[in-house]
T-cell receptor, first 115, second 113 residues
Framework: NAGVMQNPRHLVRRRGQEARLRCSPM?????VYWYRQLPEEGLKFMVYLQKENIIDESGMPKERFSAEFPKEGPSILRIQQVVRGDSAAYFC?????????????FGPGTRLTVT | ELKVEQNPLFLSMQEGKNYTIYCNYSTTSDRLYWYRQDPGKSLESLFV?????AVKQEGRLMASLDTKARLSTLHITAAVHDLSATYFCAVDMGNFGNEKLTFGTGTRLTIIP
């Protein structure tokens, strides 16, 4: 059973470009969480999605950031008009269902560098 | 707002010594997780603590949870070099719609030969 997959693993964008980060949850998992880790810091929650629904986006910046988890395909975190402050590692995690006592399983992360 | 604090932030210890990392959180929760992160890598799950008084051990690491004190500890026994990493605790509210994890600041552990 493959784990959580993220791609690309490394992404370099110039200021003003768009970044698209993809996350494929573990097989059988229908809930996806995105977290951001700035250098030398802990992970900060961004958004929690179920298939075709955003459950909690309280950690998402109000502008330039969006996330989706379509019925088919991976979850996408999209950052428009990237700025240097967006440089970070973005981790995706998945879990089987809501109100689960199971843990979240983390992917390898996408390291975004904005030049 | 749930806040999670770890201390110490940095810990340098000699091989063979024992030490404890502390994780305090601000709101009632009975779900606490410990993760390890190596530089440039993802998070590796170490322990899941789901009830008051829970204690789990794996190798030289032991974690415990006191929900009344809102405190978890990660105890390292007879440290060895390959335990050098950053350790994070994380808490979730456990309530419907509040499954997001709130992470501590992390403890960077360096084991010196």
């Amino acid at each position: 059973n493959a784990g959580v997959m993220q791609n690309p693993r490394h992404l370099v964008r110039r200021r003003g470009q768009e970044a698209r980060l993809r996350c494929s949850p573990m097989k059988g998992h229908s809930h996806v969480y995105w977290y951001r880790q700035l250098p030398e810091e802990g992970l900060k929650f961004m958004v929690y999605l179920q298939k075709e629904n955003i459950i909690d986006e309280s950690g998402m910046p109000k502008e330039r950031f969006s996330a989706e988890f379509p019925k088919e395909g991976p979850s996408i975190l999209r950052i428009q008009q990237v700025v240097r402050g967006d440089s970070a590692a973005y981790f995706c995690a998945s879990s089987p269902k809501r109100r689960t006592r199971d843990e979240q399983y983390f992917g390898p992360g996408t390291r975004l560098t904005v030049t | 707002e749930l806040k999670v604090e770890q201390n110490p932030l940095f810990l340098s210890m000699q091989e063979g010594k024992n030490y404890t990392i502390y994780c305090n959180y601000s709101t009632t929760s009975d779900r606490l997780y410990w993760y390890r992160q190596d530089p440039g890598k993802s998070l590796e799950s170490l322990f899941v603590l789901l009830s008051n008084g829970a204690v789990k051990q794996e190798g030289r690491l032991m974690a415990s949870l006191d929900t009344k004190a809102r405190l978890s500890t990660l105890h390292i026994t007879a440290a060895v070099h390959d335990l050098s990493a950053t350790y994070f605790c994380a808490v979730d509210m456990g309530n419907f719609g509040n499954e997001k994890l709130t992470f501590g600041t992390g403890t960077r552990l360096t084991i010196i030969p």
